[in-house]
């Protein structure tokens, strides 16, 4: 088994672990085992003091996103609100209603510079869409970005010209295109756990 090398202060981004993405709205989705990948990690990171970044996604009040401000699908998961405020290390909440993490508020850049983190580690929903963007504006700041791709996942997807791709597809595209183009190292959340206790 491969050890992926965490950094003592890295930083794990858990990116919109929210009520609203168990709705029927998405479609059909991945990786059942995404949210118990997610919490082992969330665990690992709190029980070591690495500081951890909640992010929730607020689309506007009036949208039909199941996202949307005052709507309880913009809530995090039950398993992600338990766990917020009990970790020994440092813990950041940052919103957005964009893809990327790194244009909420607070500033995520400026938050982990201030920290010293050079490292991030990337979970959540949906693995193309705001997991993706982050991963690959957090490989355009500079930070080493780790992406362990069996904690997180999306759902299948129309297109143009009548193109679809099921979240299987789309999730091997993602990983392709962070890995092979140098924005992430894409791992399995063993590797990770195994080299967060490695420290």
Known sequence: MEITEINENAALVVVDVQKGFEEEFWGRRDNPDAEGNIAALIDRWQESGRPVVFVRHDSPEGSRSPLRRGHVGNEFKDFVAERRGKGAGPELLV???VNSAFYGEPDLDA???GAGVEQIVIVGIQ???CNET????GGNLGYDVVFPIDAMHTFDLAGPFGWTRTAE???RATAVSLHGGGFAR???TEEVLRGAAAR
């Open 95 to 97: 919103t957005k209603s």
């Open 127 to 129: 693995t193309n869409m």
């Open 169 to 171: 597809e789309l999730t």
């Open 186 to 188: 894409v791992v399995t």
């Open 111 to 113: 938050w982990l510079k």
């Open 134 to 137: 982050t991963a690959r504006m």
